[in-house]
């Protein structure tokens, strides 16, 4: 059963620079959450929190048992929980797909099963898992790093830029597998410039600028409130009406 | 020697040789060595078997005892064990045992006493005090006899062979162990020394004191206090030994102090503390040695005169050599250094730049001892290559103008 | 942490800087063996080597490696394990690997041309080096975010450690000249693991002069069973004390 995640107050700062301060926010079982925002508006620090990389300055995040504050780091269970499906320009470059595949199983004590069959099937890994992790292009190395996102089965799952140097047909098959872990009940977050990609399938939209959460709300009152067709028009049209809003569930 | 004495010698040998030199048998429990040796003619054997302990065995006529496999003279610790007081005596093939140790008299082994022509051969001289003692002795011939010390203190330990006035010796593959000196020569002249081996004598393996125109060949001296010691004495030729793992504070290969006209050629010089120890010399030769592995392989005080050092190899001392003063009055010529980092543009064998042995390290070491332990680091090792470059602390006189650029041929 | 050790080593060993090092490690020594008629020769010279290139190769490597997998570590660190376990894996693959290379490009060398006690005093003093110098790059790479500066600390310690200590030192024996400074030297040049691993070979091979009447003072002590534990402690803390400032680093660092 997935736990909800409310974030509270959450601030982190280098320095004495404020990357990312006072968002409160819950993430609901069962929805896909688009996080967006200019360059350094505070999304990969947001989601680095979120994933125990880096320790809050203020504020608490809180899922399940676990609270993740500046006091305290995630323990070993919460990242049972989580997947992660970084950009990663450099994996150990001497190691061959298959052996990321068992390094990674090996770590999670799952056994290679079904799922990555399938996946890597989809994905057409199938001829390359023998391959050295150094020689492989930035696409294909985006198609690993999803396989090791999904294989989990992670209550939440976390994508960085997930389409970003994928085919048109493999972006849209990685999507369509995190629309599938929404059905079945878990939170998926995702970071993305492309909007028409994802549009489809988030559920909400966040808004980050400059360190602060702007807005977060569902993809269909967006387009509401502005009487826009598609995100791509909404999303200017709400950010050019003066008014911050937030809202909250 | 008279002439009427010779004469008489020479027929009683005839005589003996024709007539009937007997052979006397001796074993525990079948008469005494002592009269048997007294009831023996002159040059007549003795073979001795079995251990013979009766105290000092005293031999006042030309004869020859023999040994077979096992046999033991022990004096039983009353003085010396044999004492051998007439020309021509022969003793070969036994293991003599039992001196006494004393502060107040030269207790030996074998003691021979103003004679001629002693011959001790193949002996085995088992924890003696001295071992092989010859006092005024002329042609001596001491020769594949093995001589082995206690480990006791040293004030306990004497010499392993020890002549004192002798002339013409021949002293050969004798191997020495745990005496005081392994061999001892004072006042000693016209003598060999060769094929011996001298091993963890707590002074010295070899040590010439006021003893001229001797000459040692291809011995062997190792883990000495130090390998030889060479003092007060002249004309003393050293060829082909090797001195090595001599090693201690004040530990040398070899000693030299106060001779003059020395030759040192194709010796081997491996793992001493200090390989040569050069201290007030004139016209030593140093000729085609090699030094190799020591600590410092040659120490040349600055009141050494006239020495030249010709065609030797220098390889991995930790230095080549040191000084302690400021002037030299010495020739060094056409050595090969293994550090020396110069080029040889025409070819001709020798560096084009002359190469300074002491280094600034070496100098440092002189001046603190204790700074020995940055040696080999990177930041001295750049130090002596800038000291190449730019000489500031060595004697400017100390260089050798035509370093080797290959290490020489080791000359037969 | 097993499992990245595992898997870092796999990486590590097929790694062409690994690789590299190996194999110039092995023209090095197999090189001054060939050149040099006398192998005591060819170990004088690999002193100098190991006492210089191992360091600095063991603290370049790890903080580059360090930087290079940055991002990968990342994803380590989300998966379900303890950072310490991450680090910990790293770390000892790391050593490992500059262990095999020195071993094949170091060892073999000395096993052929020269097997004894100099040999393995100097396998062993090397290893200490390497596994010191990777602990060191460790606390570097994770205490500075940007690799330039990262590279440019390991330079710079580096340096400290093989040169400017002992120039210091010196200046120091040379300035405290009136002074009773002289038996400071030997302690002070020993709290540098690169001073104290030369001491100790240097023991070995330049024991005839060591024998001598300063070097016997050390060779007393370094000689005797205390004087070794007391060296192999130091270094042993060498390894230690900033392994586990790197850990600390590590723990508390945002990735």
């Not at chain 2, 002798?166 to 020495?176: H, P, V, Y």
């Not at chain 2, 001892?369 to 040696?375: C, E, G, I, K, T």
Request: net charge neutral.
């Amino acid at each position: 059963m997935t736990e909800r995640i409310s974030i509270k107050g959450l601030g982190k700062r280098y320095g004495r620079q404020w990357v990312l301060r006072g968002v409160d926010c819950e993430f609901s079982p069962g929805e896909v959450v688009m996080l967006i925002g200019p360059n350094a508006s505070g999304k990969t620090t947001l989601i680095k929190c979120l994933l125990g990389l880096v320790r809050p300055a203020e504020g608490s995040i809180a899922s399940g048992g676990t609270t993740i504050t500046s006091g305290a780091a995630p323990d070993p269970a919460y990242r049972v929980r989580i997947g992660y499906m970084p950009q990663i320009s450099q994996f150990p470059g001497a190691l061959t797909i298959r052996q990321l595949l068992e390094m990674m199983a090996d770590i999670r004590g799952i056994a290679p099963g079904e799922l990555d069959d399938e996946l890597i099937e989809e994905l057409g890994l199938r001829d390359q898992l023998d391959k050295r992790l150094g020689a492989l292009s930035g696409g294909t190395r985006q198609k690993v790093s999803a396989i090791l996102a999904f294989r989990s089965r992670p209550e939440v799952l976390v994508m960085d830029e997930p389409t970003a140097g994928l085919d048109p047909v493999t972006a849209s098959r990685v999507l369509a597998r995190a629309g599938r872990l929404r059905d079945a009940g878990g939170i998926v977050l995702i970071t993305s410039h492309l909007m028409e990609e994802v549009e489809s399938l988030a559920d909400r939209v966040a808004y980050l600028q400059e360190g602060h959460l702007r807005f977060l709300m569902p993809v269909r009152e967006m387009l509401e409130i502005t009487g826009a067709q598609r995100l791509a028009v909404a999303l200017p049209r709400l950010l050019s009406s003066n008014e911050r809003t937030t809202v909250a569930q | 020697m008279r002439l009427p004495a010779l004469l008489a010698s020479l027929i009683t040998a005839a005589w003996c040789n024709h007539a009937a030199a007997r052979t006397w048998r001796v074993a525990p429990g079948s008469g005494s060595l002592q009269q048997t040796i007294e009831r023996a003619a002159e040059r007549d054997t003795i073979l001795i078997e079995g251990v013979i302990a009766e105290g000092t065995i005293s031999i006042e006529k030309p004869l020859t005892l023999i040994g077979k496999p096992g046999a033991v003279i022990d004096g039983g610790e009353k003085g010396h064990v044999v004492l051998v007081k007439a020309d021509d005596v022969t003793i070969r093939g036994l293991t003599v045992r039992g001196t006494l140790v004393s502060n107040l008299y030269d207790y030996a082994g074998i003691h021979v006493n103003e004679v001629h022509r002693p011959a001790i051969e193949g002996n085995t001289l088992d924890r003696c005090f001295f071992a092989i003692y010859l006092s005024g002795v002329q042609g001596a011939r001491v020769i594949g006899n093995t001589v082995i010390g206690d480990d006791a203190l040293e004030e306990r330990m004497a010499n392993g062979i020890h002549l004192w006035k002798c002339k013409d010796a021949t002293i050969e593959g004798n191997r020495i162990e745990k005496h005081r000196d392994g061999i001892y020569f004072e006042f000693v002249t016209d003598s060999r020394i060769e094929r011996n081996e001298a091993r963890k004598c707590v002074r010295y393996g070899l040590h010439f004191m006021f003893s001229h125109r001797d000459a040692y060949t291809n011995n062997v001296f190792e883990e000495n206090g130090a390998g030889v010691a060479v003092m007060f004495s002249h004309h003393i030729t050293m060829t082909g030994n090797r001195f090595a793992t001599n090693r201690g504070g004040s530990a040398y290969g070899l000693l030299l102090k106060e001779i003059n006209d020395g030759e040192i050629t194709r010796n081997e010089f491996t793992d001493n503390t200090t390989g040569i120890m050069v201290d007030g010399c004139n016209r030593i030769h140093v000729e085609h040695n090699l030094f190799r592995m020591n600590g410092w392989a040659l120490r040349l005080y600055a009141n050494a005169t006239s020495c030249t050092f010709i065609g030797n190899t220098f390889s991995g001392n930790t230095f080549d050599m040191s000084t302690n003063g400021s002037l030299m009055l010495n020739r060094m010529e056409g050595n090969y250094w293994d550090r020396y980092t110069g080029y040889d543009l025409d070819r001709d064998g020798h560096g084009d730049v002359p190469h300074r042995p002491l280094g600034f390290f070496t100098m440092l070491v002189e001046r603190m001892p204790h700074a020995l332990v940055f040696s080999r680091s990177l930041f001295v090792s750049l130090l002596d290559r800038a000291e190449q470059v730019v000489p500031s602390l060595a004697p400017d006189a100390l260089k050798d103008d035509r370093p080797l650029m290959r290490p020489p041929k080791p000359q037969a | 942490m097993l499992k990245v050790f595992k898997y870092t080593l796999i990486d590590l060993l097929r790694n062409r800087f690994v690789l590299s090092y190996a194999v110039l490690l092995l023209a090095i020594g197999q090189g001054l063996f060939l050149l040099e008629e006398d192998p005591m020769k060819a170990i004088l010279s690999l002193v100098q080597v190991v006492m210089a290139l191992v360091p600095l190769i063991a603290l370049v490597f790890t903080v580059v490696y360090i930087y290079d997998t940055q991002e990968f570590t990342q994803l380590l660190a989300v998966q379900p394990m303890t950072r310490r376990s991450i680090l910990l894996g790293q770390l000892l693959a790391m050593c490992v690997a500059m262990l095999v290379a020195q071993a094949f490009g170091l060892g073999l060398p000395l096993l052929v041309h020269a097997p004894g006690s100099a040999s393995l005093l100097l396998s062993l003093s090397g290893s200490a080096l390497s596994i010191i110098f990777v602990v060191l790059g460790a606390l570097i790479a994770t205490r500075l975010r940007e690799k330039a500066r990262g590279v440019g600390m390991a330079l710079v310690v580096w340096l400290l450690f093989v040169l400017v200590h002992d120039a210091l030192l010196l200046a120091l024996l040379f300035t405290l000249s009136d002074y009773p400074i002289e038996p400071w030297i030997v302690p002070l040049a020993g709290l540098n693991p690169i001073d104290l691993a030369r001491i100790i070979v240097m023991l070995e091979i330049d024991l005839a002069a060591m024998m001598g009447y300063s070097g016997a003072v050390y060779k007393n002590f370094f000689g005797s069973n205390m004087g070794m534990l007391v060296a192999a402690l130091i270094m042993l803390l060498w390894a230690l004390v900033p392994g586990w400032g790197a850990m600390r680093a590590f723990q508390r660092k945002d990735l």
